[in-house]
Structures are given as C-alpha cells and as structure tokens.
C-alpha cells in the first residue's frame, strides 16, 4: 500500500476511533501493530514486555483519541508519541536499564548513504546538516527513549556537553526544516 | 496562561515541545508539559508540529508484528470494560451501542454486498465529519459513503458522536454542494441514514464530486443550516463505466 493511502486510512480509523467505533479501532490494529511493535521495541528490548507495553498504548489510543487535533498535525505521528511515551514510562518505571546497542539502524540513520528515507528527504537532509555528534545524540535520543544522563553514559560524553549538543542541534534541525 | 508565566517565552515554548517530543523530559516534567498543552493552544501546536518533524524516523522502522496476545487482551479489555461500566458514564460503555450498530450494519452489509466482513471495516471512500454550525469544538456525526460493486449498491451511513446527545432527525435533510459550480443536490432525509442508505448513481455522483455536505432543517436547502462538513475522499476508487 502507497504510505500515502495508508495514513489517509489510519486517519480515517482515528477519526472514527475518536467516536469510540470499536470496528474501525480493529483496522485500526491491523494497519498499525507491526509498526508500533517494532517502535516499542527500540525502546523496550525484551520482547515480553514490549508486548505488554504495547497493549497498553492501544488502550490509551482508545481511551485518549478525542484528544487527538486532526487540525495541528497527523494522525500517526500522534500515535507514535502516545506510544514512545507509553513505553518510555514503562522502561523508566521497571528500573532496567536500555540494553547498551549495537543496532545498526543507528549508524544508518544518522549516515550519509544509508538507502534509508527513502520517503523523507527533508528530515534527512537537515539532519545531515548538523554535526555529527548531536546528530548522533538527537537520533540515539528519539529512537531509544533515552534520559539525558542514559545518553551521556552511552555516548562517553559530559552531560553538560551532551545536553547542549542537543539543545544546539534541535535549533538547527528547527531553522532548516521550516527554510 | 495560569501557572509559571516562564513558561510564555517563545523560547521556553520550543524546548519544552522539542524535548517533550524527543523523550528526554523526566517524567514529571512531562506530566506537566501535557498539563500545560491543555491550557496553551501554542504549546499544544508546537508539540503536534516536532511530533510531525521527528515521526519520519518511526517511518525507516521495519514491522514486527505483535504477538497474538496483545489483541486478544485488548479484546478482553474492553469488553470487561464495558461490562463492569454502568451505560453512559464512561466511554466504555458506549461500546454496546457500537456493538449493536455495527451487527445492524453487518446483516445490511451483508444482504447488500454479499460479502462478509466481519472484523474488518469496508474501506470508507468518502467521509464528512459534520460540525454544528454553533461553535462548538466537537463533531456530532461523520456521514461516511461506500462504493457498492454494482449501481445502486453504494451506500451511505450515519454514525453518531456517542460522547453528545443524539438529537431528533425528523424534518432534517442532506445537501451535497458541488466543488465547481456550487450547485446543491438533495441526498435526502437525514433520518433514512441512520441506518444504511442505498444511493443512486446521480446521488454517488453528488457525493464524490462535492466539496461539503450539509444538513438542513426542512425540504428546502435555503433552510437554516445546522451541520456542516467538507467531503473528503479516503479511499480511490475504481471509476468504471457504471459508477454508483
């Protein structure tokens, strides 16, 4: 399915979700468990508990769904931050520490010749503008819901460092996306 | 803004909602950043715009799809829900309602389409979210239209805000405004909707090529408004030689 079709049906089950249309939360699933699995993974490793987590960041996207603002932004992208935050919490909460990674998405992500965003340029592009380390610390951040001092550890870099890295490289990823 | 008034800066606004976005707030800070969000309209959008921005990683993600538990569970969830809830004092509630009107929707569909669908929803081809035209945030129904296989066999569905009251249909009745001359065709009243409504091909026709609904009281379009929606199509279609 073109990624523009199926955001335009998840938007759809959402506004219908909204109306608490039991139905169109089932599509809702089906188009959208493999993707929020495999982010909730990320940031929750252990399988078990990922699943658990999951669960209960459908549950929220049932409960919470007339919050949603169709008007300010898109629909997945809202389910997403329901979702890292859903799991965020809960990776937080049970006292394990991220499992220090070697996944290689990481160094796709932030290189220059990945083949990935295939659909996203612009993010791409601006990310490439920045220098490396905040880059490396903004993605690292996002994709593995790390606290500033998880990051400071895993990066061998002061916090204060780390932290302004990261205030420096999200204004200059602000300034380039909206030029 | 009541609270912190550090919290108007510009400045302030921007690295609340990008940190929020990114995941490094603690958890009371982002307890308080939603707090926020819900009196400041600005601080709201600006989250909604970093979510927007920094999605695009969560799109280079491969899938791994879910055990089989997590739904079963949710399932479990929300029926117990439903149940342990006396109706109408929590959302969940209201899925007996939806139960009920999506098995009536189902022995239509099913009559009419001749195919079964019993888990999934038949993909919306058009759909307008209905808004009062008093100001009030809430939409109170979404009108969707489906494309039948055959003329004739598209049809068209109401399907209420359980959150408001339902309000009297008799004597309301449907507009489609067309997007380029503006001319209005009559869909009809608004009540024969409430279930499953077959539609014409000049009437399937009125729907896709409009840019709003509208719904009036009387039989007459110069009527006073009372909803109104902008038709979207969500699904493509295809455009066979006997459409509708």
């Known amino acids: 399915m073109h990624p523009d079709q199926w955001n335009r049906q998840v938007e759809a089950c959402l506004a219908q979700v909204k109306l608490q249309h039991r139905p169109a939360f089932e599509e809702l699933y089906r188009l959208t468990n493999g993707r929020l699995y495999a982010l909730t993974l990320k940031i929750i490793p252990d399988r078990e508990l990922a699943a658990d987590a999951l669960q209960e960041s459908y549950a929220k996207i049932w409960r919470n769904a007339d919050s949603y603002r169709s008007d300010l932004g898109g629909a997945w992208a809202w389910i997403c931050q329901l979702t890292r935050n859903t799991a965020i919490d809960w990776i937080r909460r049970s006292e394990r520490r991220p499992e220090s990674s070697d996944d290689p998405l990481i160094g796709q992500l932030i290189g220059d010749d990945s083949g990935l965003w295939q659909q996203h340029h612009d993010l791409s592009r601006c990310l490439r503008k920045i220098r490396e380390e905040p880059r490396t610390a903004i993605v690292s951040a996002y994709l593995y819901g790390l606290t500033h001092a998880e990051l400071s550890e895993r990066l061998q870099t002061p916090l204060g460092t780390l932290k302004s890295w990261i205030r420096r490289g999200l204004k200059e990823l602000h300034q380039c996306l909206e030029t | ?244």
């Open chain 2, 1 to 244: 803004m009541p609270g912190n008034l550090r919290y108007r800066q510009p400045h302030v606004r921007e690295h609340l909602a990008s940190h929020y976005v990114l995941g490094t707030l603690s958890e009371r800070v982002r307890r308080r950043c939603e707090r926020l969000m819900r009196q400041d309209p600005e601080l709201e959008a600006l989250v909604y715009a970093w979510q927007d921005r920094m999605n695009q990683i969560n799109d280079e993600l491969a899938p791994v799809k879910a055990p089989e538990r997590v739904w079963r569970n949710i399932q479990t969830q929300l029926d117990s829900n439903r149940a342990a809830t006396p109706r109408k004092t929590g959302f969940w509630a209201r899925l007996s309602v939806w139960r009920l009107a999506t098995a009536l929707l189902l022995v239509v569909s099913l009559g009419l389409l001749l195919k079964p669908t019993p888990t999934s929803v038949q993909a919306v081809n058009y759909m307008a979210m209905m808004q009062p035209v008093s100001a009030q945030a809430e939409p109170t129904m979404i009108i969707t239209a489906y494309k039948g296989d055959a003329p004739g066999r598209s049809h068209l569905h109401i399907q209420w805000n359980e959150r408001l009251d339902r309000q009297e249909l008799a004597g309301l009745n449907l507009w489609a405004i067309d997007r380029d001359s503006g001319e209005i065709t009559a869909l009809g009243a608004l009540a024969q909707a409430q279930s499953t409504r077959l539609l014409s091909k000049p009437e399937w026709l009125a729907i896709k090529n409009s840019r709003e609904l509208l719904v009036t009281r009387g039989s007459s379009p110069d009527g006073p408004v009372l909803f109104r929606g902008p038709c979207l199509q969500l699904s493509p279609w295809e455009d066979r030689a006997t459409p509708g």
